[in-house]
């Protein structure tokens, strides 16, 4: 029999837990017979909810916590108060080895400050990074880092974050060589900030491995145009939440447009196969998980206000982000990385 | 009879120039009879055109240009090389009060560097700022700036961006006392850069007349919760973007979606008005037109590949704020915004 992959699971965490979790998990089960899962949690809750879900409960261990860290929580409060948590509990598991990832729809900062805490960062590595998915128009998903994980990021920065999100993508999707390029406001080398000149020097400059296509600027997001786009946390979540609010907003206008009249609600009626097909491939659920990269453990995050598919579609890349060679990958593009800086580093300081 | 409202539109600039521009004065000169045009161009060219378009071509006035400046060309050649183009003399045709706004698709770089020369500031602007139009959700839409004129802006040019902002939405919409926001990562006063903490401290600290509500998140742009967004041309221009990349993404999709099968053909046939409505409310064309903001003279860039209701679009926007009291408006709010800095650069200075 094949060795089995443990997930560590925040029972607790998001806006609809501990129902969809479960949920998640069942669906997961189903999908990736090869899984098990250690659910932190509320045992007097989980328990029911398992009984419902005989595949989840067939492959999984509850770990009894009394508290959970609220949504509303700060990550300094969370740090200080939060021992003890279905979520802490779930990422102690992950520090211990009892698990190779957790996976959480929980408090964003607090999944954040405690995992940095207790995981600590990967050799070689300044800052971790969050990486989202998104739906792209030629089909499949594009990576997005960081998407909120710091405010700011220098150069140097900004290459660790291509590598861990190339890392990513590979891992995920299967593509041997995705295609990476720095978020900016036009494709020409002289324009944007210095800090994204310098990482796209930086880039060619250290002989990272992978296939670095220069600069994106907004709309390739959606069209696809790369595998990977790279930013600072702050440009990457303005980003990220104006395309998925401008997402929103065609959608909306379709569905009013779509039942304004009997003729209109008639025409959907007939399209509706279609329709159906196309609200499918938007669906969040799909590209839900987003990754903490960067940290001795896989951490990932589920939208708080998922539902049972897309918590499952996060328990997915979890299992994925295990499979995979990401960490020896990333160990290697970071030795060059570090062999090209040491000696710029020195040459800073000699002049 | 009224007093006529004289315009100077860059003939040669933009894609499809000078047809959609001259067929953009066409629609916009039967929409609002108290135009007059100065057009800047190829008078051989020009002239059949506004002969072909009778109701441009009886508040025309053409002026000659041998030259005009093409897309690609750099900011800093346009500057050295541009002099007597179409785009050049159109805007000195504002800078000597023969009139009152300039519009033109043309080059952006250029736009903006041969305005700031030849128009220079208005007092107590350190930068101006290029501001564009969003579709809202709740109707109407939100004015986001700065899209790309500068790169950065520290705390103090982005209070003068949300002051400018504010007056072009009143002076656009009619809004009487348009909401401001900060574009950020988070609605909480602790999150974000220092310049955006700094700018909502400064604008409640200034006593800057507008209704300022703080932070604004990505997905508010869309949602239309603002009337005015307001951040760095660096994020702003991403934001912008990656929202447009979006929506055409789900467009595309639909439109893919609604010709999959016969079903889906005949289905999208019966439901054609309603669709046809969310394609004209959706069409980029009715929010042509961003504004350089902060410069003495009004300038207006229409987007590059518009059709001739876009430019017409554009024209509209010139006119209206052209009609406006922007210019009052601004400057009793960098007044006060001015006073405010002065003894806190002292405080600085003895610190």
Do not use: C
């Amino acid at each position: 029999m094949a060795e089995r992959l443990v997930l560590s699971i925040d029972g607790m965490g998001g806006d609809h837990a501990p129902e969809i979790v479960i949920e998640g998990m069942q669906i997961a089960a189903q999908r990736l017979p090869h899984l098990s899962f250690l659910v932190h949690g509320d045992e007097a809750k989980l328990a029911p909810l398992l009984t419902a879900n005989a595949a989840a409960r067939a492959v999984s261990e509850v770990r009894h916590t009394e508290a959970h860290i609220g949504m509303e929580v700060k990550p300094s409060q969370a740090l200080r108060q939060g021992r003890g948590s279905s979520m802490w509990n779930a990422i102690a598991a992950v520090e211990e080895g009892q698990a190779r990832a957790i996976v959480s729809a929980g408090n964003t900062g607090a999944l954040m400050a405690i995992s940095m805490i207790r995981l600590r960062m990967v050799q070689g590595v300044h800052r971790p990074a969050l990486a989202a998915r998104w739906p792209a128009a030629s089909g499949g998903y594009v990576v997005l880092l960081d998407v909120g994980a710091n405010v700011e990021a220098d150069g140097q920065q900004l290459v660790e974050f291509a590598i861990m999100g190339e890392a990513f993508q590979r891992a995920v999707s299967g593509k041997a060589r995705p295609s990476v390029a720095l978020l900016n406001v036009g494709a020409e080398d002289q324009k944007g900030h210095e800090e994204i000149k310098g990482a796209a020097r930086l880039i060619r400059a250290a002989g990272v491995e992978m296939d670095f296509r220069g600069f994106a600027e907004g709309d390739d997001i959606a069209k696809g145009t790369f595998d990977v786009i790279v930013t600072d946390g702050f440009t990457g979540n303005i980003a990220l939440k104006s395309g998925e609010g401008a997402a929103r907003l065609v959608a909306g206008l379709l569905r009013e447009a779509l039942t304004s009249s009997l003729m209109a609600k008639l025409g959907a009626l007939i399209a509706y196969p279609a329709l159906k097909k196309l609200r499918q491939r938007m669906d969040p659920s799909n590209f839900n998980g987003a990754v903490f990269l960067g940290l001795n453990g896989l951490v990932v995050k589920s939208h708080g206000g998922t539902n049972a598919m897309g918590f499952a579609a996060a328990i997915e890349v979890a299992a994925l982000m295990a499979q995979s060679h990401y960490r020896e990958e990333i160990a290697s593009n970071l030795a060059r990385l570090g062999s090209a800086q040491a000696p710029a580093a020195q040459q800073q300081d000699a002049g």
